[in-house]
């Protein structure tokens, strides 16, 4: 058992090596200022493209750039702004809801600890950890598609359950990687394993990947 965790180590570190040289300037590609707009850009990117939620929050947090703003703004307001971004009622919801208890409860601060931001409306655990790991510079595993794709085609976990995945990454990597992880594996999955028609043999990692087609 030791030994399998122990030879899955190596070898994720070994993956991790060669997506850090493959993705250099790889990073968290929600436009962001503070935690606050960090959380509502990763609220809205649920079923949606970054580049789009760019679109989106650029002239959004210009006019409504905090907890109090938004809190002001009714669920069909709010609605109204971030219609492009799909399922926008939800998302409204959600908003509003979690502007509300930033401010009745954390005094205008998105709170930085994962139980804090899990009790948020609308927040799950992937959402907390962009947000810990990206705004607060605290270690996250942040499970999405890709990461989920990745991993278990890579052989390191064999679930799509994202908080089993998140555990299990938390034991093989290093807490220093554990930030960083989630976009080099999203960059390598939207560039080269994409999901349905990966290109394993343009594959950097092909000869260590155990779902390799080469
Ligand atoms: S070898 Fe193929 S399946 Fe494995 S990570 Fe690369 S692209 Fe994905």
Redesign the pocket.
Known sequence: MNQGINHKKKILSEVLSRLKREYPDSACSLVHHDPFQLLISTILSAQCTDERVNKVTGPLFQKYPDAHAFASLSEVEIGKLIFSTGFYNNKARSIKATSIVILEEHDGNVPATLEALVKLPGVGRKTANVVLGNAFGIPGVTVDTHVTR?TN??GFVKTKDAVKIEKELMILMDKTDWTLSAHLFIDHGRA??IARR???QD?I??DV?V???V
């Open positions: 990745l085609l890579l080269v394993c990966p290109q394993c594959c990692l092909n990947c779902s390799t087609t």
